[in-house]
């Protein structure tokens, strides 16, 4: 049995959500060197599931709360090293194709960025 947790406590404050050869990786790569800004492209180097929760997570539609705690605590830990509040967003090329992302997002809260 998995605990599940909820889409409005992934610490998602926005997504990008974009398609591909229009820019949404040169975006994403220029918004990671902003210290006040982490997307979820960074978690995987903390040895979080694959390379890309939203995409993973389509097949389960809803987080496990193990998941949820971690990404919260990333963003906690995020935020003691650089001082301030960090903004956290997901973004990745292939989102505009998947209604099901863009609904998860909705749910997480996060702003869509089109």
């Given at each position: 049995?998995?605990?599940?947790?909820?889409?409005?406590?992934?610490?998602?404050?926005?997504?990008?959500?974009g398609v591909?050869?229009?820019?949404?990786?040169?975006?994403?790569?220029?918004?990671?060197?902003?210290?006040?800004?982490?997307?979820?492209?960074?978690?995987?180097?903390?040895?979080?599931?694959?390379?890309?929760?939203?995409?993973?997570?389509?097949?389960?539609?809803?987080?496990?709360?193990?998941?949820?705690?971690?990404?919260?605590?990333?963003?906690?830990?995020?935020?003691?090293?650089?001082?301030h509040r960090?903004?956290?967003?997901?973004?990745?090329p292939g989102?505009?194709?998947?209604?099901?992302?863009?609904?998860?997002?909705?749910?997480?809260?996060?702003?869509?960025?089109?």
């Amino acid at each position: 049995v998995t605990e599940l947790g909820s889409w409005r406590d992934m610490a998602t404050d926005f997504g990008i959500v974009g398609v591909g050869h229009c820019g949404t990786t040169s975006l994403r790569k220029n918004l990671v060197a902003h210290p006040g800004i982490a997307l979820q492209h960074e978690w995987e180097t903390e040895g979080t599931v694959g390379e890309d929760h939203l995409w993973w997570y389509t097949r389960k539609f809803l987080p496990t709360k193990e998941l949820v705690d971690h990404l919260q605590a990333l963003r906690s830990r995020r935020e003691v090293a650089v001082g301030h509040r960090v903004v956290m967003g997901m973004a990745n090329p292939g989102y505009a194709e998947n209604p099901v992302i863009i609904r998860m997002l909705q749910h997480a809260g996060a702003k869509i960025l089109a």
